[in-house]
């Protein structure tokens, strides 16, 4: 009887056992890292001959820890109706999307109708942006759709169970099921689309010292925009901070605010489209102590609109200049400046200036002249060949800090080299 009792005892000890390492095994099968892909898809009209469409993504973790450290995209598209652009880091095309700081980013097209867009990072991709990236489109005519299908979506990770996208309702062993990627708009009009543009206005920043400006922006009424990132680059070498604010437009909107570098993207979400026109942020800005004087703006600004529903068509900047002023560049009354050399001389008169400037040879000096103005950022705003002397009206120019070049052209001949010399244009 006893050792009845105790085999009992032992089999039902296995028996608890067992039904406790089938329930710790179950619980962690159910832990999983499951990726989620989901392509934006669109309605588009006759007349349309391009579109951007995001591929968003949520990361769902059952268990830590997790790296999405890049991915590898592939689908096959209907050529004869759609065809995606290639795209690369360099034009700033990945900009915006949890992709952008990633060491590589590239879209490829792979004929005659693959698509693959690749991301590799030395660090985690940014898991705060719900846009993993986007694809531009050359839209040929969508009579009824356009479909896709997902043929491989490869992730750079560890821990990355599954990936899921959700448009396609399931998948077979080689690929996803393929999904409407466009319909033809077969409703009434839409609402109009609104083109919007961003305003700065030229400043002059003295050395060591603070200055808030103002970003502006034209009318929002009817382009329903409710959140998206404004981003822009400092020069480091001008400015010691930099603090952006919330302007008029953006007073009711939760704005966050985050600096990579010398990237500031200034994150806003609003429960009402926003309106306008006004002013959009207030960027304070500290300028370096220096005894030079440099000009330099806010760039390469962009928008990124979030909401699918906005009816923004398209958007423009005209971001203006800068100046620092050192201590010794101070002096804003008009003198004479003369370009010396053994073959040129040219007086520049006055300089600053806030309405022309007129450029005159000595006598005796009766060959041709070329005068090339340069602005801040090396771009060509001036060419001119003259005589002896002429007027160059300034009135409607930007204000800032200018290069004059001054070439004789016999000079030029015997190999002199061109004369410089900077200008200042004040408003």
Request: positive net charge; charged residues 20%; hydrophobic residues 40%.
């Amino acid at each position: 009887m006893t050792v009845n009792k105790n085999n009992r005892l032992i089999f039902s000890i296995a028996v608890l056992l067992l039904i406790f390492f089938i329930s710790v095994t179950g619980e962690a099968a159910q832990k999983r890292n499951i990726l989620r892909i989901r392509f934006q898809t669109a309605i588009v009209k006759s007349t349309t001959v391009d579109t951007v469409l995001n591929v968003y993504y949520k990361l769902e973790v059952g268990r830590s820890p997790v790296n999405f450290n890049g991915f590898d995209c592939r689908f096959i598209f209907e050529n004869t109706k759609i065809q995606p652009v290639p795209m690369d880091k360099q034009s700033g095309f990945f900009d915006g999307t949890a992709s952008a700081n990633a060491d590589f980013t590239h879209g490829t097209a792979v004929p005659p109708d693959e698509y693959r867009v690749q991301v590799l990072s030395s660090h985690m991709l940014d898991t705060t942006n719900p846009i993993l990236f986007q694809v531009r489109y050359t839209v040929k005519g969508v009579k009824d759709s356009a479909m896709i299908i997902p043929t491989l979506f490869d992730v750079a990770s560890s821990g990355i169970d599954t990936v899921i996208i959700e448009n396609s309702p399931s998948r077979d062993q080689i690929s996803w099921y393929g999904f409407g990627l466009m319909f033809a708009d077969t409703s009434k009009a839409p609402p109009a689309k609104k083109s919007i543009t961003f305003l700065s206005d030229s400043t002059n920043i003295q050395s060591d010292s603070l200055k808030v400006i103002s970003v502006a922006v034209t009318s929002l009424d009817g382009a329903n925009l409710k959140s998206g990132t404004f981003g822009f680059y400092l020069d480091t070498s001008a400015f010691d901070s930099v603090m952006v604010l919330k302007g008029v437009i953006l007073a009711g909107a939760n704005l966050t605010v985050t600096r990579s570098s010398v990237n500031i993207s200034a994150a806003f979400t609003s429960t009402n489209a926003l309106k306008g026109p006004g002013e959009f942020l207030k960027i304070a800005l500290r300028a370096r102590k220096r005894a030079d004087t440099i000009c330099t703006t806010i760039l390469n600004p962009r928008l990124n609109v979030l909401n699918a529903d906005n009816l923004v068509s398209s958007i423009g900047y005209k971001i203006n200049t800068i100046c620092i002023f050192g201590k010794k560049d101070t002096v804003v009354k008009g003198v004479a400046e003369f370009i010396y050399s053994k073959d040129l001389s040219v007086m520049i008169f006055p300089n600053p200036s806030s309405s022309f400037i007129d450029f005159t040879m000595p006598q005796g000096q009766n060959s041709k002249k070329h005068l090339v103005v340069f602005d801040a950022l090396g771009k060509k705003v001036f060419d001119k060949v003259f005589d002896a002397e002429f007027r160059w009206e300034v009135a409607s120019v930007s204000a800032g800090f200018y290069t004059a070049t001054v070439t004789n052209f016999s000079a030029l001949q015997e190999g002199m080299k061109a004369e410089t010399t900077k200008i200042l244009i004040i408003h």
